[in-house]
């Protein structure tokens, strides 16, 4: 017995050591962790680099349709009224409602535009043809929602709304939809306290000032369209939400923000300035660039405003009374600055690379 148990004894002992060498060989077990490996694959490659998605967010192609369509009833309103008035002040109209239907008038000719591909061998028949005969029945049908039915459309309209789909798919959409916007990275810092040292450093590039200036002043009709509805609506009861804005307010924003645009770069990647720093710096230059448009204006008896009824305003050209829209517009602005910095045109795009990101996006 005793003979067994040393027998069964060595046994055990002999097998102990394979048994720790195999335990050895064999890989450790990684701890466990609350995301699964596919997640981390996927951060480990275009999330985690801030890689740029194909195409610019829903959000924002709705955004830009609605401002372009104000831009373009300001445009032709405003030169139809100089025609018959030959008003220097340039004045132009649309409405809130009206931004929201050309928004979405757009977004829907947008995925006619990305039809393109099926007429590879009759490009004539889209362009000449098909484009053109819905962006008309498009406006028509807006124009009769906005003045009534018994609204009718001439020739005149009709041809222009013609020439306005060739422009809309031949250029406007051609070029705007090679827009692409840069994912924001994680853990990316905001635009309201201060960055470390170690972070702060010239922004990166995004669209081209040209660019960004027409954006800027586009944006001026659409601030001024909003202001002057939700005024009149509060002022006089008017439902309607017709407001109005000046030709020569396009340049006035275009090239205001883009100034504070220039000092918001300044002041905030380089000096690390916090929101409350920056924003007295904003309306000091804002109140100063309206007051000296307005005297330039109204020598050559163009200027659009007169603040001479309103309390705390000086020469009628600015007042004090608009100070709680100048600072929630220079906040705005900084926003808007960090959007178009994540935006920027490909360089090259072929039209066959065109459609196939763009049809992934509608998918």
């Not at 701890?31 to 997640?39: C, E, K, L, T």
């Not at 977004?107 to 043809?129: C, D, I």
């Not at 050209?317 to 929630?328: A, H, K, N, S």
Request: contains cysteine; glycine residues 8%.
């Amino acid at each position: 017995m005793n003979s067994k148990r040393r027998d069964a004894q060595r046994l055990l002992s002999s097998e102990r050591p394979g048994q720790s060498s195999k335990k050895s060989r064999l890989p450790s077990s990684p701890p466990s962790s609350p995301f699964p490996s596919s997640r981390l694959k996927d951060l480990s490659g275009a999330e985690s680099l801030g890689r740029p998605s194909p195409s610019l967010p829903t959000w924002m192609r709705l955004y830009f349709y609605g401002m372009h369509g104000i831009t373009l009833d300001v445009l032709l309103s405003s030169a139809q009224r100089f025609v018959h008035t030959s008003d220097l002040k340039m004045l132009g109209f649309s409405s809130p409602y009206l931004g929201v239907v050309h928004s979405l008038a757009h977004f829907a000719l947008e995925k006619l535009y990305l039809q393109k591909r099926n007429f590879q061998g009759r490009p004539l028949v889209f362009h000449l043809v098909l484009y053109p005969s819905v962006y008309v029945g498009l406006q028509t049908l807006v124009s009769r929602l906005v003045a009534g039915p018994a609204s009718g459309s001439s020739l005149l309209t009709v041809l222009l709304h013609y020439l306005l789909a060739l422009y809309d798919s031949q250029l406007f959409l051609k070029r705007f939809l090679r827009l692409q916007c840069h994912c924001p990275e994680r853990g990316g810092g905001g635009g309201g306290g201060h960055s470390p040292p170690a972070e702060r450093s010239s922004p990166p590039q995004g669209l081209p000032d040209s660019l960004r200036f027409v954006f800027y002043g586009m944006h001026g009709f659409l601030d001024e369209i909003f202001f002057t509805a939700v005024f009149n609506l509060v002022e006089k009861s008017d439902r309607t939400l017709l407001g109005h804005t000046s030709l020569w307010s396009f340049f006035m924003y275009g090239s205001c923000s883009f100034v504070v645009e220039k000092l918001y770069f300044y002041l905030h990647h380089r000096l690390g300035w916090p929101t409350w720093r920056r924003l007295p710096i904003y309306i000091v230059f804002i109140y100063t660039w309206e007051l000296t448009w307005g005297l330039a204006l109204r020598h050559y008896g163009a200027c659009s405003w007169d603040y001479s009824h309103y309390p705390l305003n000086f020469m009628g050209l600015i007042t004090l009374m608009y100070l709680p829209g100048w600072i929630l517009l220079s906040y705005y602005q900084d926003v808007l600055s960090n959007v178009l910095l994540r935006v920027h045109c490909a360089k090259s795009k072929s039209s066959k690379t065109l459609f196939t990101n763009a049809k992934s996006r509608t998918a």
